[in-house]
């Protein structure tokens, strides 16, 4: 079992910018993002490769986010710029255990508050 905690979430103003961490106690094949809204589901934000580096994102964040990974600290980072109202969400770290998009490890998750 992975554990994976996130850190950096917090109130911006709308067009600022966070910086979410997230680190894993073990291996997994893909480290990413997803996010919740209040009365929405669960939706997918970004996802990195942990081997390739190969990153993907929703079309929603493409171009104002960035998921960067530290291989050494078993970290990843999702650099969130141009932040509008809409990002407001839960964000929750995930792994994929077996190197099929099986997104079988969560974190508790971080709260992201965008202001107008």
């Known amino acids: 079992q992975v554990r994976l905690a996130e850190s950096g979430g917090g109130l911006v103003q709308a067009g600022g910018s966070l910086r979410l961490s997230c680190v894993a106690s073990?291996?997994?094949?893909?480290l990413g993002w997803f996010r919740q809204a209040p009365g929405k589901e669960r939706e997918f934000v970004a996802v990195?490769?942990?081997?390739?580096?190969?990153?993907e994102y929703s079309d929603s964040v493409k171009g104002r986010f960035t998921i960067t990974r530290d291989n050494a600290k078993n970290t990843v980072y999702l650099f969130m710029n141009s932040l509008k109202v809409e990002d407001t969400a839960v964000y929750y770290c995930?792994?994929?255990?077996?190197?099929?998009?099986?997104?079988?490890?969560w974190g508790l998750g971080t709260q992201v508050t965008v202001s107008s």
């Open positions: 995930t792994g994929d255990r077996t190197g099929n998009y099986e997104y079988d490890y």
């Open positions: 073990g291996h997994t094949f893909r």
């Open positions: 990195i490769s942990w081997s390739t580096g190969f990153t």
